[in-house]
């Protein structure tokens, strides 16, 4: 059986009809849909044993502590960590990504270089802005090569004694491209620079190891892969970690306090002040669970032969252009796409008239819609419950677009 | 084939597919621009004054096509009127020229070309 004749019962949202279609759900990029498993478990959190964690003696406190760490111990093995230490939990993707800008160029001195590329996610470019600012680091950025590949060649130039951090994308959420994480990391190691890698639009996708990976830090975001929203992940190399002096203070985060100074606590509460994302948590624990079930295998699979099918398919259409590396490269699970003479705005809206969901506009990566020369693009993403019979539908509605407006 | 349109009306088609107004003018008066920071469509409005009265309007820019539709109508709407007046004109004219159901998530694609229009008008320089 086809994964999503399995997995489409268990995502009740898929049920419904909007404008008068059946839901075809092609946006899990910006934010995947979430299986009953995760909605349950949230609820029943909530129902039976909400309570704050940590400091609690009592037995719904105790239960919510254990849910909460539970969860660390299921993303510690999830993403392959070497220790639950390494596991720090945020509120998402640019929350991770902010905490890194702020503490890692905190001991940085004028002159020192953060190097990111030309196809981040906003959100992997204004905080090292804002620090680079803050700090008189210069800031720069690797371009993109020929079909939407990273130029390695130019990394090299680029790299020089004076980078300290080299912070890119794991998989692009406009172009797909896979970035060779593994290589970028040897390299930046050789200059002594420390690794930040963005996984938003890898971890809902590939089957992650993070020592294979060899980069310093990765984040990402359970929203996006059947999780709820609200929490983030942040995994750290342990030594990493412990060399970091936090950013954020407040309760939580510390062992002992006086009014002058206080003693962080261990890690990985030394990054979690304040009260965490407990339900949450829950949440993503199910949401692991369901993929595992599943298997990231089985999982990367299905979603890249609907990549594949929608990437053929609308590049054979008249005045349709597809960006990103072509079909037979390894790519993520996005398509994006423009039609000529119409803009994606328009195009979102048409489609979303034939009950069909994707996601317009620039991405919220400027700095790449400006390379590609184009003001945004149509986006369409899978996720594990998408059939084949989404993509025909997506290329028929395409292929007439330009006759409706 | 496709049957619902959504919010698209025969006069967004036809606004976007032949534009009247959408070209640059030469010595303008007034020029403002701005960006919809949600979609990052930019519009350009170029107004000539004679007298006080808008002898000519114009807009250029990367626009979906409520949008360009939007500062069509506008631009038509304050062509031959004071600048007084033109001010006055509001998101309410342009729908009831629009003829379109547009929902609140696009509402700011018409009133683009009109929060440029004031800028203009409040002394944008050419
Ligand atoms: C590549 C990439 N990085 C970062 C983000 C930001 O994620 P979040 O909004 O969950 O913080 C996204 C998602 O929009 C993304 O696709």
């Known amino acids: 059986m086809r994964l999503d004749e399995v997995t489409r019962r268990d995502f009740p949202v898929l049920g419904r009809v909007v404008n008068g279609h059946p839901l075809a759900y092609l946006d899990s990029a910006a934010s995947s849909q979430k299986p009953r498993a995760v909605i349950d478990a949230m609820s029943q959190y909530y129902e039976r044993s909400h309570a704050n964690v940590h400091r609690s003696i009592h037995t719904l406190g105790e239960e919510a502590t254990e849910l909460y760490e539970g969860a660390r111990d299921h993303v510690q093995r999830f993403i392959g960590a070497g220790s639950r230490e390494e596991v720090v939990f945020t509120r998402g993707t640019t929350d991770g990504l902010n905490l890194l800008a702020d503490a890692l160029c905190a001991s940085l001195a004028p ?19 804002i620090a680079a600012r803050r700090r008189g680091l210069a800031l720069r950025a690797v371009p993109i ?8 060649e130019a990394l090299d130039r680029l790299l020089t004694e004076r980078t300290r951090v080299v912070a890119f994308t794991h998989v692009s959420n406009v172009l797909g491209t896979i970035n060779p994480v593994a290589s970028i990391c040897a390299r930046a190691r050789r200059v002594g620079a420390v690794t930040v890698v963005d996984g938003a639009q890898a971890a809902p996708h590939l089957g992650l190891a993070m020592s294979a990976l060899q980069c310093d830090f990765y984040v990402f ?26 950013t954020r203070g407040g309760g939580e985060m510390i062992k002992e306090v006086w009014l002058d100074r206080a003693e962080w606590n261990d890690l990985p509460w030394r990054f979690e002040p304040g009260t965490p994302p407990i339900a949450e948590a829950v949440g993503l624990t199910a949401a692991v669970e369901y993929l595992e079930k599943i298997g990231m295998d089985r999982v990367g699979e299905h979603e890249r032969a609907l990549s594949r099918q929608t990437l053929e398919a609308l590049a054979a259409l008249p005045g349709v252009r597809v960006f990103g590396p072509p079909a037979a490269v390894e790519r993520g699970a996005v398509v994006a796409f423009t039609v000529d003479g119409l803009h994606p705005h328009d195009v979102a809206a048409l489609l979303d008239a034939e009950g069909i969901a994707v996601r317009a506009g620039h991405h919220c990566a400027m700095p790449l819609m400006r390379r590609l020369g184009v003001v945004g693009t149509s986006r369409a993403s899978f996720s594990v419950f998408n059939a084949p019979d989404e993509v025909d539908r997506l290329v028929r509605a395409v292929a007439d677009l330009r006759s409706v407006l | 084939m496709i049957a619902t349109r959504g919010p698209y009306s025969d006069v967004i088609r036809e606004r976007w597919r032949r534009p009247r107004f959408r070209r640059p003018l030469a010595g303008p008066s007034l020029v403002a621009e701005d960006v919809n920071p949600l979609c990052g469509d930019r519009v350009r409005i170029m107004l000539r004054l004679d007298d ?6 114009g807009f250029v820019g990367d626009s979906c096509a409520i949008c360009t539709a939007s500062a069509d109508v506008l631009a038509e709407l304050v062509t031959g009127r004071l600048a007084a007046e033109a001010r006055a004109v509001e998101t309410a004219d342009v729908l009831s020229v629009l003829q379109a159901d547009i929902r609140p998530t696009r509402m700011r694609c018409v009133t683009l ?10 002394g944008g320089v050419a």
């Not at chain 1, 090569?145 to 390695?152: F, H, I, M, P, V």
């Not at chain 1, 929203?229 to 970091?244: K, P, Y």
């Not at chain 2, 070309?113 to 409040?122: E, I």
């Open chain 1, 145 to 152: 090569a020929e079909r939407g590949l990273l130029d390695l």
């Open chain 1, 111 to 129: 002159g020192d270089e953060v190097l990111i590329t030309e196809m981040e996610h906003h959100s992997n470019i204004i905080p090292w802005q």
């Open chain 2, 52 to 57: 006080g009265r808008v002898a000519e309007a």
């Open chain 2, 113 to 122: 070309p009109l929060s440029v229009l004031a800028k203009a008008l409040n």
């Open chain 1, 221 to 246: 975001s359970p929203h996006k892969m059947l999780g709820p929203t609200g929490i983030g992940v942040l995994w750290g190399r342990r030594e990493r970690l412990a060399a970091l002096e936090p």
